[in-house]
Antibody, heavy 118, light 106 residues
C-alpha cells in the first residue's frame, strides 16, 4: 500500500523558516517525480513545487520561487520542503504527492498544517 | 497562468446523472485531470488525461473533453459522492487547479 506521511508543520512567525518532511513507502520512491501542493483554509489547491527523480530538476511557481526549496533523499524515501521568509498567505495545509509522467497526482499524503502568524 | 473555471456548486438526487464542467483559459491538449476531495481528507485522483479512469475508481465516473472544455460525469450519483471536485491541468506551466465544484445530494 502506498503511504505518504507528512510532518514538520506548526505555527511559525512571519519571516521565519520551517521545513516539512514526507516519508514515502509502498512504492519505488526513486522512480517518481514528487510534488508539494497546498490548500489554504476553505480554499482551492495550489501547486507549490516539483522535483525530478534524481533531484536535479526542480520547479516552482512565482508565488514561492526564491523562498521555498524542494529536495529529496532517495536512500531514505523522503521528500522535503524548506520554506523561508514565510508570509501569512503561506498559511495552508501542505500535501506531499507523487507525480505521474503526464503531470497528474495519483497518491497524496494526509497533509500537514502550516500556520504563519505573529 | 492557465485559469480553470468550474461552477461553484451543484445539487442532484441519488441515481441521477451529473456533469461537472471545467473550462481552461487556454488549450491544455488532453492534460486535464480530476480529483475528489471529501471534508477533512486529501484529494483523490479520479480521472487522468481527460478520460482515463484511475485505479480503483468506480466506472460510474467518466471524463471527456480536449483543448479547453472538459467534463467529469457521474452516472448514477450515489450518496457517498458528496464532495468537492477539482480539475487540474498539466499542459502549461505552472500546473493549475480549478476552484472546485461542491456536489451536494438532495
Amino acid at each position: 500500500e502506498v503511504q505518504l506521511v507528512e510532518s514538520g508543520g506548526g505555527l511559525v512567525q512571519p519571516g521565519r523558516s520551517l521545513k516539512l518532511s514526507c516519508a514515502a513507502s509502498g512504492f519505488t520512491f526513486s522512480n517518481y517525480y514528487m510534488a508539494w501542493v497546498r490548500q489554504a483554509p476553505k480554499k482551492g489547491l495550489e501547486w507549490v513545487a516539483t522535483i525530478s527523480t534524481s533531484g536535479s530538476r526542480t520547479y516552482y511557481p512565482d508565488s514561492v520561487k526564491g523562498r521555498f526549496t524542494i529536495s529529496r533523499d532517495n536512500a531514505k524515501s523522503s521528500l522535503y520542503l524548506q520554506m523561508n521568509s514565510l508570509k501569512s498567505e503561506d498559511t495552508a495545509t501542505y500535501y506531499c504527492a507523487s507525480r505521474g509522467i503526464p503531470g497528474y497526482l495519483p497518491y497524496w499524503g494526509q497533509g500537514v498544517m502550516v500556520t504563519v502568524s505573529s | 497562468d492557465t485559469v480553470l473555471t468550474q461552477s461553484p456548486a451543484l445539487a442532484v438526487s441519488p441515481g441521477e446523472r451529473v456533469s461537472i464542467s471545467c473550462r481552461a483559459s487556454e488549450g491544455v491538449n488532453s492534460y486535464m485531470h480530476w480529483y475528489q476531495q471529501k471534508p477533512g481528507q486529501q484529494p483523490k485522483l479520479l480521472i487522468y488525461k481527460a478520460s482515463n479512469l484511475a485505479s480503483g475508481v468506480p466506472a460510474r465516473f467518466s471524463g471527456s473533453g480536449s483543448g479547453t472544455d472538459f467534463t467529469l460525469t457521474i452516472d448514477p450519483v450515489e450518496a457517498d459522492d458528496t464532495a468537492t471536485y477539482f480539475c487540474q491541468q498539466s499542459w502549461n506551466d505552472p500546473p493549475t487547479f480549478g476552484a472546485g465544484t461542491k456536489l451536494e445530494l438532495k
